[in-house]
């Protein structure tokens, strides 16, 4: 048990819907007490820390910042080392370097070597919880999941199912790719903090057989977070029309399989119809922005107000998407989040990106009862970060005159070097650590 003291910073709500005031709790001089099983006792202004915490050892973060974990609600795990593959666009990357480097995961011995360096990096950057694709290979889960077990983590994943239109090695078949996904659920699914997403890569990859046994999936295990990618590429979009053309749009193929639900998560969505939208919405399904990969592979600019806030109100998150993403950093993530929206005319704050990349997305992921706040009783998995980091981001940040400022030179100046320490369940990481 101790007690961190810094900045704190944790949300009560989605600014976009509460105003900017309300939706967040900041303290220029806060603390945070965590209890030896590592959830959070209390938070608040350090002068209120209550007697019965002031023995406990403290650790003093400063000027930092601690707010919590970061939560990645879209990467990839076996493209954690393939990041920044020079690729035309979407369909030319994946078949070029992307189906090539995930065939290695077949290997156990190489899933297990992966796992480790994967999970050291989302902790240096302060992400402590991720919904995370895999292979097609039970072995290359198997190696994430007991990877992050080992750790303590909050990790979402499944095998990914696939059976048509990638390479022999890397397709399932319809049968397969449900018993090996029953298996895998039963086998970890609420084990430690882990739990199973169903994932069917996206449209392209699966033949209507397949759907039917996603479908078979999501009616049997009602509870379970459902991911995917969505509109992300115009001939992507065009391929699909292709291939299902009894489909009025590319959500219309999920839908019809019944994969509009709470729970689950879209990757992209970004050149949506106004139905698309509206179904999307009053299915509870969540879209999740990913800038940096929409700017690597010249996907198009995602339209956050118009989505979130729109005709047709969509629930939305944000993730680096490792490979086609350019950087593990969610700061990072975040600043290309803001420059998108100003490309789209849509300007996003400092405040709507830390929400998102907080209890945003825990909120969509069923992980807000444990996680995404400093509040008492939460699971202590924190970040701390730097705000002068580098000698101009100090210079920058001695020129921050609100709370927003900071956050937002932060994000946009900030990277894994502002990163000061990452705390899971209340154990501050450490390279492979145990
Ligand atoms: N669509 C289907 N698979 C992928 C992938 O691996 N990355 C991205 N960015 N989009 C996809
Ligand atoms: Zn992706």
Known sequence: MHVLRGQTLTFRDD??????????????????????????????????????YKDWPVTDYGQCLIVPGFIDAHLHFPQYRMIAAYGRDLLDWLNRYTF???????????????????IDELL??????????????????DALFSEAERRGMALISGKTMMDVNAPDALTDTPQSAYEESSALISKWHGRSRLHYAISPRFAVTSTEAQ?????????????????????????????????FPWSKDYTD???????LREKAMFAHGIHLSGRELARLGESGSAIVHCPTSNNFLGSGHFRYAHTTRGEHPVKAGIGCDIGGGTSFSMLQTMRDAYTVSQHAGQRITAFDAFYL?????????????QVGTLEPGMIADL???DPMTTPIM???????????????????????????????AGKESKPQDG
């Open 15 to 52: 600014p976009a819907i509460v105003g900017e005031e309300a939706s967040n709790r900041h303290e220029s001089e806060g603390a945070v007490a965590v209890t030896a099983a590592g959830l959070i006792a209390w938070s608040g202004p350090a002068s209120e820390l209550p007697s019965e």
């Open 100 to 118: 090539i480097e995930e065939q290695r995961y077949a290997e156990a011995e190489f899933a297990a070597r992966a796992a480790p360096l994967f």
């Open 124 to 141: 240096r950057n302060g992400i402590t919880s991720c919904l995370a694709f895999s292979t097609i290979h039970p072995v290359a889960l």
């Open 211 to 243: 759907l039917e046994a996603v479908a078979a999936l999501a009616r049997e295990n009602p509870d379970l977070v459902i991911q995917t990618h969505l509109s992300e590429n115009r001939n992507e979009i065009e391929f699909v029309a292709d291939r």
């Open 253 to 259: 193929v999920y839908d019809r399989y019944g994969l």
């Open 357 to 369: 990349a907080t209890l945003g997305n825990a909120r969509l992921l069923g992980l807000d009862a």
């Open 383 to 385: 970040a701390v970060l």
């Open 394 to 424: 100090a210079e920058r940040h001695a020129l921050s005159q609100s709370l927003h400022d900071m956050l937002f030179a932060l994000l946009i100046m900030g990277d894994d070097r502002a990163i000061r320490q990452t705390w899971v």
